[in-house]
């Protein structure tokens, strides 16, 4: 086994851990961690979860309206 398959197996043996402790699935642990990362990088620029997510979806919009653009001319 590699130290990388180790790492991963260690990591998934602390989620199931905090499952347990939490009587939650570990997929339902694994989103939290998800959202948890994304807040420490959002504190991380200063900005707060949800302006983190206006930002996503100002970028979508814009990307969305210059492809309609371009598909006009």
Same mark, same amino acid.
């Given at each position: 086994?590699? *130290?990388?398959?180790?790492?991963? %197996? #260690?990591?998934?043996? @602390? %989620? #199931? *851990?905090? *499952? ?8 339902? $642990? ?6 948890? @990362? ?9 900005? $707060? ?6 930002? @996503? $979806?100002?970028?979508? +919009?814009? $990307? +969305?309206?210059? !492809?309609?653009?371009?598909? !006009?001319?």
């Amino acid at each position: 086994m590699t *130290a990388e398959e180790s790492e991963e %197996l #260690r990591s998934d043996d @602390q %989620l #199931r *851990a905090i *499952a347990r402790r939490n009587n939650m699935s570990a997929e339902e $642990t694994e989103e939290l961690r998800s959202d948890d @990362q994304l807040r420490q990088i959002a504190r991380r620029n200063n900005e $707060t979860f949800e302006v983190m997510n206006q930002h @996503q $979806t100002s970028d979508r +919009l814009r $990307t +969305l309206n210059s !492809k309609a653009t371009e598909s !006009k001319t």
